[in-house]
């Protein structure tokens, strides 16, 4: 099955430590990053997209992506 998430989070290291675990995790990034101004908090935000490949399991709407 393949996975796919889409991380997010505020323009800061904390992100790119989310985006370094799932690598490490063995998630591939999936295109380029994202940046955008939330306008309610008056911050930058950021977001990448990250896919997974996993033999053996089929997927079901409840499973926590996160864990893989």
Known sequence: MKLYRFLTGPDDSSF??????AL???WLL????????????KT????QAV?????GVDYEPGI???EY
């Open 16 to 21: 790119c430590h989310k985006v370094t675990a």
């Open 24 to 26: 490490n995790k063995g």
């Open 30 to 41: 999936q295109g380029g990053p994202t940046y955008a101004y939330d306008a309610e908090t």
């Open 44 to 47: 930058m935000r950021c977001g």
């Open 51 to 55: 896919v997974k490949e996993v033999e």
């Open 64 to 66: 926590k992506l996160g």
